[in-house]
DNA sequence: GAAAAAAATGTGTCCGCACACATAATTTTA
DNA sequence: TAAAATTATGTGTGCGGACACATTTTTTTC
């Protein structure tokens, strides 16, 4: 039942050559003739070899560098999610000589994002994780790094044909459908929805129009549903600010039938901070991001769902990806879409659980 | 930057022994004076020394056997799952000489188990994980395996005082709320539900009552919703049998405004199949796993949400405990609780694809 | 106080692999 | 065809640690 483990010594003793020949057309260093390269492929194939990692990596004492290029989490505490993964990742892969330097950088600052990128290209590296927030001034560095040869991934935001290795992150198309799921079920009447984005630019962030798109396109793809239900977005500037709770007050006379808010930020607090002093109008919230103060108001029942985008995952993921490429030598996906989790009051104890 | 790593050797120089006498005191095998051994365990604390796992286990080249004492996933695809879970862990550790045996075992045949988990014993285990399907025939067992100091951890049923290693799975109270939580919240209005036990010995299967409770605390412990929501319950035999439809026709008869369903097993889809056939009625219904045959129903429209019990997660993170344990002596949490993932047809895709 | 016993400490090999270097076999060159 | 160059193959050491065994030092014993 338990088959025993080969080891290039057992294919070298087959093929009846050395454990250096072997060890050679392992690793296509040449030097091997043809006859006895395709013999020992064929009792590698045969034999199913499965290199020891383990040893391996304590023979070769190499080490990786990999740059995690990421906006600072001391001003955004989403930010702050991903680094913990980054950080989790580069402990469990740090006895493999993986070594992760964080560039931070401010993320409504262009200037401090170029900079950092630009630093980061005195350094030597093995890998990239970056989180491209912005969309034009990301393309050439991409284009830079590609014709380094240096392997990178993009996480939480998609940029195609970017030449990455893989992109780690969610479908901004499905969670706006998953949304508006959310809100139609507890709505099961008909009405008016607003899709909100606060205090983005826009024109330079995709996903957040995939959110919308994806929350529109539930409703006008069920026939039954595009009659009964409208949906209106809105583009919320400067939150917390007087004018900003104006806005919505013109949306709600507007829309008196309005019954529920989608918003595609993880500022759904801003909202909820406004619903306070309207409960009677009972408008559903669905939003985005474990933040604390967003967990406040679902606990008070101000939001109902959240979706989590979690932010430590893509982290975390993004840097195993690069270790699977760099250290194992594994093929990795070119897309990995984390699950869109569904957060309200009952489940939440276990995502933040599960965050440690 | 990088702090040199802290090696036996360079404990053994600055302390002016071997590393035969480190080794020694870092295993407790005695055999070394007093006077050095508080000298070395000093500089260990001092440097921080962190032995290098890697090459702990290529040294000790000793093997780990773990069994796993699970119902027959050929069976019940629930279980499958878990196999493929355990089977997951057991490929990831096995460079470390994790070896894993699975008894399986029907689980409806209390005999069954209990061959099987007498054949275990004679295996000269390091550890043991068991789903504890038959509550009273487990405890025998618990004893003889904790009198024999094998660490044993229990998955999907919980059951205290078993001086289990640790245990892992869901908070069934917390499931039921969560379920109640999906029906009202479709369900604005006040109406009754029905919790739906399906072919269970609900007698001998604590979690199904603890979800009961979790949902019924959901409606209780909001004065609001007592009054206007009704919860009832049933014990329903025979799916698949003509009785098993009499038995509902009666229920939705005798309680006309039911507007939703909580199936506290993975069997929502036979009641999926009588709902096929009273559309008018619009009974929102909720209930547990990806079964292909739920997954059919969510599709079209059936069944609203499916709690993900997990079972692929919960086999896997019951072998790595033990591993950490056993392989690489980490304390490990007496419980591990999982998530309480929400699938809906609109964030379905990712969870199939997050278990493979 | 020397031999025997016990305690303390040191040394060497192996784990599976990578890689530098040594050696053997073959081909090229003059 | 012998020397030189090239190509093919074999050997040895180290990575960090575990463990068996060897050696040295200290303590008992008579």
Same mark, same amino acid.
């Given at each position: 039942m338990n088959k025993p483990t080969i080891r290039i010594k057992d294919i070298a003793q087959k093929a009846n050559v050395s454990i250096g020949t072997v060890d050679r057309v392992l690793h296509n260093r040449?030097?091997?003739?043809e006859e006895v390269r395709v013999k020992i492929l064929q009792i590698i194939e045969e034999l199913d070899y499965q290199p020891n990692m383990i040893a391996r990596t304590l023979g070769t004492n190499r080490t990786y560098r990999i740059a995690a290029l990421i906006p600072d989490g001391t001003i955004d505490p989403y930010w702050q999610e991903s680094q913990n993964g980054i950080e989790k990742a580069g402990k469990e892969l740090q006895i493999y000589g993986v070594q992760i330097t964080q560039y931070r950088f401010?993320?409504?600052d262009v200037q401090a994002f170029i900079d950092q990128a630009t630093a980061l290209a005195?350094?030597?590296?093995?890998g990239i994780l970056v989180a491209p927030v912005f969309y034009r001034e990301s393309l050439p560095f991409f284009e830079q790094w590609h014709a380094l040869s240096i392997p990178f991934v993009l996480f939480n935001t998609q940029i195609e044909e970017?030449?990455?290795?893989s992109y780690i992150g969610q479908d901004a198309f499905q969670s706006g459908s998953l949304a508006g799921k959310l809100l139609h079920y507890g709505q099961p009447e008909g009405c008016t929805f607003l899709v909100a984005h606060i205090a983005e630019d826009i024109a330079n962030s995709a996903h957040l129009l995939g959110k919308e798109k994806g929350f529109r396109a539930y409703f006008s793809q069920q026939p039954a549903l595009a009659s009964s239900y409208k949906v209106i977005s809105a583009d919320l500037k400067?939150?917390?600010?007087i004018s900003f709770f104006h806005q919505l007050d013109r949306l709600l006379d507007h829309y008196p039938d309005m019954k529920g808010i989608f918003v $595609? $930020?993880?500022?759904a607090y801003e909202i909820a901070t406004y619903l306070q002093h309207t409960p009677e109008r009972n408008i559903r919230l669905v939003g985005y991001d474990l933040l604390e103060k967003n967990l406040a108001f679902m606990e008070e029942g101000l939001i109902d769902f959240i979706i989590n985008q979690n932010p430590q995952g893509q982290g975390y993921w993004g840097i195993q990806f690069l270790a699977d490429h760099l250290v194992f030598k594994k093929k990795v996906a070119l897309r990995k879409n984390l699950p869109l989790d569904i957060i309200t009051r009952e489940n939440l104890a276990y995502y933040l659980e599960a965050a440690q």
């Amino acid at each position: 039942m338990n088959k025993p483990t080969i080891r290039i010594k057992d294919i070298a003793q087959k093929a009846n050559v050395s454990i250096g020949t072997v060890d050679r057309v392992l690793h296509n260093r040449g030097r091997v003739s043809e006859e006895v390269r395709v013999k020992i492929l064929q009792i590698i194939e045969e034999l199913d070899y499965q290199p020891n990692m383990i040893a391996r990596t304590l023979g070769t004492n190499r080490t990786y560098r990999i740059a995690a290029l990421i906006p600072d989490g001391t001003i955004d505490p989403y930010w702050q999610e991903s680094q913990n993964g980054i950080e989790k990742a580069g402990k469990e892969l740090q006895i493999y000589g993986v070594q992760i330097t964080q560039y931070r950088f401010n993320q409504h600052d262009v200037q401090a994002f170029i900079d950092q990128a630009t630093a980061l290209a005195q350094a030597n590296l093995d890998g990239i994780l970056v989180a491209p927030v912005f969309y034009r001034e990301s393309l050439p560095f991409f284009e830079q790094w590609h014709a380094l040869s240096i392997p990178f991934v993009l996480f939480n935001t998609q940029i195609e044909e970017s030449n990455s290795l893989s992109y780690i992150g969610q479908d901004a198309f499905q969670s706006g459908s998953l949304a508006g799921k959310l809100l139609h079920y507890g709505q099961p009447e008909g009405c008016t929805f607003l899709v909100a984005h606060i205090a983005e630019d826009i024109a330079n962030s995709a996903h957040l129009l995939g959110k919308e798109k994806g929350f529109r396109a539930y409703f006008s793809q069920q026939p039954a549903l595009a009659s009964s239900y409208k949906v209106i977005s809105a583009d919320l500037k400067k939150p917390g600010d007087i004018s900003f709770f104006h806005q919505l007050d013109r949306l709600l006379d507007h829309y008196p039938d309005m019954k529920g808010i989608f918003v $595609t $930020t993880s500022k759904a607090y801003e909202i909820a901070t406004y619903l306070q002093h309207t409960p009677e109008r009972n408008i559903r919230l669905v939003g985005y991001d474990l933040l604390e103060k967003n967990l406040a108001f679902m606990e008070e029942g101000l939001i109902d769902f959240i979706i989590n985008q979690n932010p430590q995952g893509q982290g975390y993921w993004g840097i195993q990806f690069l270790a699977d490429h760099l250290v194992f030598k594994k093929k990795v996906a070119l897309r990995k879409n984390l699950p869109l989790d569904i957060i309200t009051r009952e489940n939440l104890a276990y995502y933040l659980e599960a965050a440690q």
